[in-house]
């Protein structure tokens, strides 16, 4: 009996994934049902059940699974060869459960409206629109950057332990709810990843558990980045589970902080999307752009990309292949590739908001 249990779970994966299949063709149905309707109920909960931990649940429970399943594979390596069909089903029969869950608490994010048309605005733009919102963003950018330091080419240091930053970021977004209602943020679960160190040769900033809703991040990429690396895992706490999304609000978030240097860390990190778009269209155009950025924020960006050369290593390229594949599994067709597309909400947004 147990054994016909498990071979009809280890099946119910092609059910399943045709279900998921067809329901992303319906975004609107997702969007009202799922993400605005059963998932922040279950968001909630978790982050009622597990926010007040100072330690990532999420990642103990990894480290907990990764043991077993080391071990089970142990245990279980001469069954593959005696009862290779039974060692398929019991591993096929527990990816089924977890492709269940993953879906069931957040997955079913990746399949709902896109967000630009929840803001009802447009998803391209122009060459000169693009101009246009970067050299406001490099003004306001260089008028936060001289108000802080006093020297436009001293680079930003924030007074803040990343711990303190982590406690902070929700602000951001209560300000945010003034403008989006939808993107109240309570009760809070951000917290550092066990796996910093894992995370930082993996070539990532944090990521969301989609088990325990809580937003990990790297504690080891530089401080200057906390403030919208955190405001980016909130987003995707909040059910937007595209990268770009995540990062448009999180960029959002922190421009709407009151604090001074998360304002200076939202604008800066706009600003670098842009300057990077720029400069794939027009390599002269963005010379002449970035040299009318203050040289302590260049000095800030060249701080994270030092920080991430130092970490290279051959594996890197791999994960980043793999969560690209990942995200085109799930509805993102660009992969890694469409976090670039945060400058097509940030342009269309700003060309009608004052920044």
């Known amino acids: 009996m147990l054994k016909k249990k498990k071979t009809l779970l280890a099946l119910s994966l092609i059910p399943q994934y ?14 009202r049902f799922y993400s605005n309707g059963f998932y922040p109920f279950i968001s ?38 005696k009862d290779t069909k039974q060692w398929f089903i019991d591993v096929f029969s527990t990816i ?17 409206l896109p967000l630009h048309k929840s803001l009802n605005i447009a998803n391209d733009y122009t060459t000169e629109q693009l101009v246009s919102v970067t050299e406001q963003l490099i003004k306001k950018s260089n008028n936060l950057h001289f108000i802080i330091t006093k020297n436009d080419t001293i680079k930003t240091n924030l007074p803040y332990s990343k711990s303190e930053i982590l406690k902070m970021a929700p ?15 309570n009760p809070k679960s951000v917290k550092k990843s066990l796996y910093s160190y894992p995370l930082t040769y993996m070539g990532f900033s944090g990521y969301l558990n989609p088990f325990t809703n809580e937003a990990q991040v790297n504690g080891l990429i530089p401080a200057y980045k906390v403030p919208t690396t955190a405001s980016h895992e909130i987003a995707h706490q909040l059910g937007y589970a595209a990268e770009n999304e995540a990062n448009f609000i999180g960029c959002m978030a922190a421009i709407n902080h009151d604090d001074i240097y998360f304002r200076y860390t939202g604008y800066t990190f706009g600003l670098r999307f842009c300057l990077n778009e720029i400069y794939r269209r027009d390599a002269c155009l963005f010379e002449d752009m970035v040299a009318d950025v203050n040289k302590g924020i260049l000095k800030n960006y060249k701080e994270v990309r030092e920080f991430w050369e130092a970490h290279e290593n051959p594996t890197e390229p791999l994960f980043k292949l793999f969560y690209g594949n990942f995200l085109k599994a799930n509805n993102q067709n660009k992969g890694m590739e469409s976090y670039s597309y945060v400058v097509a909400l940030l342009v269309n947004y700003f060309e009608t908001e004052s920044l």
């Open 18 to 31: 045709v279900f998921i299949t067809w329901l992303s063709n319906y975004p609107e149905f997702v969007e």
């Open 44 to 81: 909630k909960i978790f982050r009622y059940t597990l926010g007040w931990l100072p330690f990532s649940f999420g990642d103990l429970i990894y480290t907990i699974s990764i043991i077993y399943i080391v071990r089970w594979l142990y245990i279980n390596r001469k069954r593959l060869r």
């Open 96 to 112: 089924a459960i977890i492709y269940l869950i993953f879906h069931l608490f957040w997955g079913f994010n990746y399949y709902r």
């Open 171 to 185: 602000v951001g977004y209560k300000n945010l709810k003034q403008v989006f209602p939808h993107l109240e943020y």
